[in-house]
T-cell receptor, first 110, second 116 residues
Framework: QKEVEQDPGPLSVPEGAIVSLNCTYS??????FMWYRQYSRKGPELLMY????GNKEDGRFTAQVDKSSKYISLFIRDSQPSDSATYLC??????????FGQGTRLTINP | NAGVMQNPRHLVRRRGQEARLRCSPV?????VYWYRQLPEEGLKFMVY????????ESGMPKERFSAEFPKEGPSILRIQQVVRGDSAAYFC??????????????FGPGTRLTVL
């Protein structure tokens, strides 16, 4: 069993739709949870950073962490074609290596 | 305010040659991480270094791979006697460290290694 599971997709939605991306994990020691966006042949770009359980909102993006269920989500509202990318969840115990999900490839269709 | 810089961006080597990948962290960051990304896969941790010290090398293959982060200059990931299975994108990330404002990792653009 992988430490972090993420549906690789691909996921294709129309412009303006709400997108939900999810990861589950098995290690209860994870305390820090991140979402990265990676465009084709580019480096990962940090989108959201959350400590422990709860919600965090930044513009059109909302990150949720439910440590009791070992489940994290990223919601994208009013999705745009420029949001088309691979989204990677990542987590750590703090000041240590990141453990990544496989990544979900997302396409927003105009 | 330059981000993480990696060079070369693309590297082609023949089997048996050596590959040297360089990473310059964000100015002021003293922590460097190396990750490898195989096609259609997520990033896998390789090694975590601070200046002149290897903190965690649990993800490094036991042979042919080494990493350093000297007091001066960039961090280097070295792969000796490359094989086709080493073909991948190698990403470097840096952070200021937990005592200097957090451990958020910022990634460079990567080096794409192709072994012929």
């Amino acid at each position: 069993q992988k430490e972090v599971e993420q549906d690789p997709g691909p996921l294709s939605v129309p412009e303006g739709a709400i997108v939900s991306l999810n990861c589950t994990y098995s290690n209860s020691a994870f305390q820090y949870f991140m979402w990265y966006r990676q465009y084709s042949r580019k480096g990962p770009e940090l989108l959201m950073y959350t400590y422990s359980s709860g919600n965090k909102e930044d513009g059109r993006f909302t990150a949720q962490v439910d440590k009791s269920s070992k489940y994290i989500s990223l919601f994208i509202r009013d999705s745009q074609p420029s949001d088309s990318a691979t989204y990677l969840c990542a987590m750590s115990k703090g000041a240590q290596k990141l453990v990544f999900g496989q990544g979900t490839r997302l396409t927003i269709n105009p | 305010n330059a981000g993480v810089m990696q060079n070369p961006r693309h590297l082609v080597r023949r089997r048996g040659q050596e590959a040297r990948l360089r990473c310059s962290p964000v100015k002021g960051h003293s922590h460097v991480y190396w990750y490898r990304q195989l096609p259609e896969e997520g990033l896998k941790f390789m090694v975590y270094l601070q200046k002149e010290n290897i903190i965690d090398e649990s993800g490094m293959p036991k042979e042919r791979f080494s990493a350093e982060f000297p007091k001066e200059g960039p961090s280097i990931l070295r792969i000796q006697q490359v094989v086709r299975g080493d073909s991948a994108a190698y990403f470097c990330a840096s952070s200021p460290g937990p005592t200097a404002g957090g451990d958020t990792q910022y990634f460079g653009p990567g080096t794409r290694l192709t072994v012929l």
